[in-house]
Each structure stands twice: as C-alpha cells, then as structure tokens.
C-alpha cells in the first residue's frame, strides 16, 4: 500500500543511485496512483427468465437467453462507466434467474479457471474452451476502462478418482467473476453456503476466501445467504483486513427483520466495511433492494415494490475506510445494558413468532415509558417517547436468544421494537408495511453475549432512517439523536452468536 506521507520519503532516494531511483520511481507512480476514493456502482436488474424447462434446451438457446440479459447489463456497465465509476456489480443470477434443476442449469454453465492463469477472455477467447459468457463480460470492462462484477455458473468434471465426485461427473458452482479494468479475470468465488432451494449446485469442500488489490483499496467477495455465517464473510473482514465487499444477491426480502436494505447496510455498520450490494428485481418474489453502503452511512439505496424496472445507483466511497479518522471506534455492545438496572413493570410477557422464531415480547402501553423484556441470556433494555399513543396501533419489544432453523440454522440474539400487524397481540411479528405512530425519542440496549451486532431502524414503508436521526454509542445504545417524529415500523439489534451455531451450518446436506 502506497500512502501520500510514504512519497516524500522514496523520492528523496532518487540520489543516491540509479537502480533505487527506478524502483523509488515505480513506488512514486503506485501511490499516485493510490486512490483515497472511488465511485462504486451497483445494479438492481430484472432478469430475463427463461421458459420453465425439465429437458435441458441447447447450449445455443442458453446463449440466447443469457445473451438478452447481457444486453440489458451492457447498458448499465456503459453508463456507470460514463459517470466515473471505477466498479459496477451485477446481482446473483443475474445473468439466467435461479429457477433451474441440476440438469437443467448445465447449459448455462461455463468451465472458469483459477485466475492465476492470468486470462483476459477478450483478447484470447478460446484459451480455455467455450466461454462466450466470460468473453463478452471481460470485454465490457476493457472497453468500458471499469471492474465488472458478476455471477455466473461454474463447471468442474470430476470421476471416480475422487470419492465426492456427483453421480453426474461433474461438480457445478454459482459463481462470483471479476474482470479487471484491462479484462483480466481477477476474482473468482464459488458460494460456500448455498441457500437451501439451490439444488442445482454444489458447495466447495472449504471456505474459499477471495480477495483482490486495487488502487481503490482491498476487496473481498461474497454472495447472498453467505452474509448471515461466519465463513467466508466475516473472515474476509476480520483476517483478511479487506475493506468493500461486493456482494451480488438475489435476495427475498423477509419483514421484520430480514429486508436486503435494512439488513445489508447493518452488516456493514457492524463489520466496519463498506458493502456494494446488487440484489435482482422481481417484486412477485419480494426481490427488491440494493445499494451502497459505507460503515458511517448508507450513501444510496433502492427499493421499489410499485414497478418492474431495474435500477443503477452510484456513490463515492472511501477507498480505505478503517484509516479515515472518523472511522466508528469499537463498540462494546452490552456494556451500558450489563450496567443498567432492568426497568420493571407490571405489563406482562408474551409468546409470539417472528420468522418462525419464538420471541418473548412485552407490550409497549402508554405514549412514554421504559421497559425490559429477558430471553436466556439476552435483557433487552427500551426507553421511549411517543408523540401520541394511538389506538390503532400496537407496538412492542422483544426479545430473542436461539437457534433459528427454517431454511439454515443459525444462532441469533435479538432485541427489537416492533409494530404489530393488527392490534391483536397474536399479530406481533408477522410482517406489516405501514406505520403512522411516530416516535420522538428511543434508547435500545441488550445484554449481548457476541461482539457481532448489526443494528437497523426501517420506517413506514420499508424506507430507512437517515444517520442524522439515530446513532449508536460506544456503550451499545441506538438511540434517536433528534426530535424529529419517525414513523417506526421496526428497529432492531440483531447480534449474531457464531459459535453457537451447528457446525457447517449455513452448507452440507443441502446439495
Ligand atoms: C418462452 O415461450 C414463449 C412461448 O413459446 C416464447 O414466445 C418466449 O420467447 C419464450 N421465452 C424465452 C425466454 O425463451
Ligand atoms: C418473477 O419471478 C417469477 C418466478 O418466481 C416469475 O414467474 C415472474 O415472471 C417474474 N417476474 C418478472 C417480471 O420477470
Ligand atoms: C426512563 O428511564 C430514564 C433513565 O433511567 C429516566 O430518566 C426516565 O425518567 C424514565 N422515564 C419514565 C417515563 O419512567
């Protein structure tokens, strides 16, 4: 890494002898070329589907399809190169959907290599056999001078040599490319914890940890259902120090607590990186929501439920935001929780299910007031001001500390104010999308067992609070920071315990 302080220092060398002059020359030219920002783009694509199939069709119609959808994302890498965009991702099955079986997906599927190759599919297309796919994206990022990032289908022969080899010979993996600004292959990430409907492929026996250098900082790759383990995400941020991960999605957005725009930038918040996040756009699959997001702040997002179209977004990053010097200082999530003296009331708990997990929640009963609600381990803390109590809405607070187990397990410890769908109690925690109670002023704290902590507040509408109106304190409190009303439709600290999930949870026995 080339810092501006370091040029000063290399080019004083440049007396004292001609071969370090030159090596002192090359360090001068990487750190101006060394960039402290840069414009990311993301997007959000409709993607084309093919014609539900159980033969598979030819090769040549695959090409057609994905062709079709090729075209579209051709458009929006040209135009994101247009206004200065350095990087552009594409979402998860952006290129055919995610409606296939094993067999039927295979035409769709291409043989890609280990980038150590060194390949720039434009220039030598055939250096690997067929690649049309690999091709036209590596010449959409030569010609366009951008990084494309996009995901696409892997295929592996393997034979009896090889005891896990699928009766079919082959292994098959959804997969993550990057091509360079050149064309160059640079990235290739095969998706570790598939989501559960995903038969059409298979998992890598380990957690691959891919990461890329650029003047615009360090960047490590994932995809979708990986954002909720440990492996490979959370080690790419806490090993592998990267700084932006690219994230291509396809993700069902799952009110309360489980919406791709809430839920992705509090990963990012939480892990200290920013995340570039491109979901497909399908809103009878309730796929919608990508977007940029910095740890500080989430600098553009879409969600849009009305229509059918896809959507570019930009913004400017930092490229290395662990040195900014307002970079969030570690957060001790239970801290202020631990302290404080639980508030008692005479309101009583309830059971009540949210995503097929049993909460523990207490109604909130006047317009201002504090509450504490316990699950095992977890005491959620929550003093609050309403500008009205209205009698048409219900809210609570919960509490949560379990394993989830519908489609993939994993350990969660949960605190959350939510609204109710009716004003029927057995209502709370099912999904609902409009809120007219506004809140003036909130503190939310839980006793936290892990360090990893993601923190949200969603409005009416799905749309999502701006920094200027809440932050969270070193101490583990989010709290309101204005007296601006906000129509609160949920909130929530999500603390993901890792090591109490089941081992290879998020994969194994799925595929
Ligand atoms: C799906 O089938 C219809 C009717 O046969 C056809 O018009 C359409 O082009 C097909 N779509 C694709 C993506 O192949
Ligand atoms: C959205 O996905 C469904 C399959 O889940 C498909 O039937 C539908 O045609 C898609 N909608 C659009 C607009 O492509
Ligand atoms: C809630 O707790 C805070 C902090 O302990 C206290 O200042 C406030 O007066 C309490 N409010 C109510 C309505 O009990």
Redesign the pocket.
């Known amino acids: 890494m080339c810092r501006t302080s370091q040029r000063h220092s290399t080019s004083a060398m440049v007396t004292s002898c001609f071969p370090i002059c030159v090596i002192a020359l090359a360090v001068c030219v990487l750190s101006v070329g060394a960039l402290d920002t840069f414009i990311a783009a993301v997007y959000e694509h409709?993607?084309?589907?093919p014609n539900r199939t159980e033969t598979p069709v030819s090769q040549e119609d695959a090409l057609l399809l994905m062709n079709k959808n090729l075209d579209v994302l051709e458009k929006a890498i040209k135009l994101a190169a247009e206004k200065g965009a350095q990087i552009i991702v594409t979402p998860e099955d952006g290129i055919y959907?995610w409606?296939f079986s094993r067999e039927t997906i295979y035409p769709y599927l291409e043989d890609i290599p280990d980038p150590q190759v060194n390949w720039i599919p434009c220039t030598e297309p055939n250096r690997f056999g067929r690649a049309p796919v690999q091709k036209r994206l590596s010449c959409l990022a030569r010609e366009n001078s951008i990084f494309v990032v996009a995901n696409m289908g892997d295929k592996k022969e393997c034979d009896s040599s090889d005891s896990n080899c699928p009766p079919d010979g082959r292994y098959q993996y959804n997969t993550d490319v990057v091509f360079d600004s050149e064309g160059k292959l640079v990235a290739r990430y095969h998706k570790y914890n598939l989501f559960k409907p995903e038969v059409q492929y298979n998992f890598p026996k380990v957690p691959p940890h891919v990461t890329f250098d650029t003047p615009f900082g360090k960047f490590g790759i994932f995809t979708c259902f990986d954002i909720l383990f440990y492996d490979p995400a959370v080690v790419l941020v806490d090993k592998f120090q990267v700084d932006s991960i690219l994230f291509p999605t396809a993700w069902m957005n799952t009110l309360p607590l489980l919406s791709a725009v809430p839920f992705h930038s509090s990963w990012a918040r939480g892990m200290g990186v920013n995340v570039l996040a491109a979901n497909l756009h399908?809103?009878?699959?309730h796929?919608t929501g990508s977007g940029i997001y910095a740890p500080e702040a989430v600098k553009v997002y879409y969600y849009d439920m009305e229509t059918?179209s896809g959507q570019l977004l930009l913004a400017k990053l930092k490229s290395r935001p662990r040195i900014s010097p307002n970079y969030a200082a570690v957060i001790d999530w239970s801290a202020y929780a631990k302290s404080a003296k639980p508030f008692t009331s005479d309101q009583p708990n309830f059971p009540g299910i949210v995503f097929f997990d049993e909460f523990t929640f207490t109604e909130l009963t006047k317009d201002v007031g504090n509450y504490t609600v316990c699950q095992k381990d977890l005491c959620c803390h929550l003093g609050y001001k309403m500008s009205e109590k209205r009698t048409d809405e219900v809210y609570v607070l919960g509490a949560f500390d379990g394993l989830h187990t519908f489609d993939g397990e994993y350990y969660f410890q949960i605190c959350t104010l939510l609204k109710c769908q009716t004003t029927d109690l057995k209502t709370c925690g099912t999904p609902i999308a409009s809120a007219f109670t506004k809140f003036q002023a909130f503190s939310l704290s839980g006793t936290f067992t892990t360090r990893y902590v993601f923190p949200q507040v969603v409005l009416s509408g799905t749309q999502l609070a701006s920094e200027q109106h809440y932050e969270v304190l070193s101490d583990g409190r989010l709290e309101s920071r204005s007296d601006v009303p906000l129509p609160i439709l949920v909130m929530a600290l999500c603390g993901r315990v890792y090591d109490k999930d089941p081992p290879l949870s998020g994969q194994g026995g799925y595929s």
């Open positions: 409709n993607v084309i589907l959907g409606v399908n809103t009878s699959s796929m059918e």
